[in-house]
């Protein structure tokens, strides 16, 4: 399946207020979920949460001895956890915070920095090196794609971190179609990656990911330089085709995630982003020529996306 007509599976992220309030459970938390990722060969069974005293001082022993069932709704039952007094209390403390974490909009905004260092924990050079192997990318800023992967972390919700977890657990059969990860691309997509580039093939099995284990590699903060690396280079071939033959750093960002529309108006075409189906569907409804614009040929669409206003604000604050 070509890169171009599987744009529906890269999700715009919902443009709201990046907040910066601090969230529990901690960010090593978030980054331990994303770490502990199942390598071929293992069942998937099990969110880890290894020996890190994350939930307090009373939860060492807890955080060393479990590992709890993966549950749509992450509230795990005495049973599960133990009979004990001091078990079943801080069991429900743990589902607490993950309540809370939860119930947040964008529960990992303000920790996109300590996120973004687990990519580069074991290869401070992991983004230079994801880079030089794609021709592609030999005039693109690896702040650039940073600036996708802080974006994407800014606008995590709830919900992907319930596609997160379905994916892992494998609780989902339709889990290939999720946005995963800290880069939000579908397995799919990593999939066809692979079959262009063999380089990111070859990267993903020397980490333990062969064929099937796209998801899991996509929850890997360490892949996930060279995953973001090849949708970059894939989005310049594709541009490249359309006409773009030089891309700017706007119209690359653009391509990453597609988020406006224009329809006809008043002898004009009128340009605006527009985020959920809801949304989409009604505007339709108004305008019978509205079509999304995944090309970024017309200056209005840059001026227009609110989803390149973002990714730029990133890369200009870590420049």
């Known amino acids: 399946m070509a890169f171009e007509n599987n744009a529906e599976q890269y999700k715009p992220r919902e443009a709201q207020q990046i ?33 890190a005293n994350i939930y307090g001082d009373n939860s060492t022993k807890l955080a060393q001895d479990l590992q709890f069932p993966i549950m749509p709704d992450l509230v795990p039952s005495p049973e599960q956890v133990g ?112 079959h262009r580039y063999p380089q990111l093939k070859q990267f993903l099995e020397s980490k333990g990911y062969g064929p099937g284990h796209e998801a899991q590699a996509l929850l890997d903060p360490e892949c996930v330089p060279m995953i973001v690396a090849a949708k970059t280079a894939s989005i310049i071939d594709d ?21 406006v529309y224009s329809h006809s108006e008043g002898g004009h075409r009128e340009y605006k982003t527009i985020y959920g189906d809801l949304k989409i569907a009604m505007s339709k409804a108004l305008h019978h020529d509205q079509k999304k614009e995944y090309y970024p040929n017309d200056p209005n669409v840059l001026t227009n996306s609110e989803h390149v206003h973002n990714v730029m604000s990133w890369l200009r604050r870590y420049e």
Do not use: C
């Open 19 to 51: 907040s910066t309030a601090a969230l529990l459970p901690s960010n090593s938390d978030y980054q331990n979920f994303f770490k502990q990722t199942t390598k071929t060969g293992a069942e998937p069974t099990f969110l880890d949460f290894g020996s």
């Open 239 to 259: 541009l490249q085709k359309h006409g773009i033959g030089h891309p700017t750093s706007e119209q690359i960002a653009y391509e990453y995630n597609p988020d």
């Open 83 to 194: 009979i004990t007094k001091e078990t079943t209390i801080i069991a429900a403390e743990i589902a607490s915070k993950l309540g809370t974490a939860l119930s947040k909009d964008h529960p990992l905004a303000g920790q996109e920095e300590a996120l973004m260092n687990a990519t580069t924990a074991n290869d401070p050079k992991a983004w230079e090196n994801a880079a030089s192997r794609f021709p592609q990318l030999d005039n693109v800023s690896t702040g650039l794609m940073k600036a996708y992967v802080r974006n994407e972390l800014a606008f995590y919700g709830p919900d992907d971190l319930g596609q997160d977890i379905a994916a892992r657990g494998g609780i989902d059969p339709n889990f290939h179609h999720f946005t995963l990860g800290m880069a939000q691309i579908t397995s799919i997509g990593v999939k066809e990656f692979e």
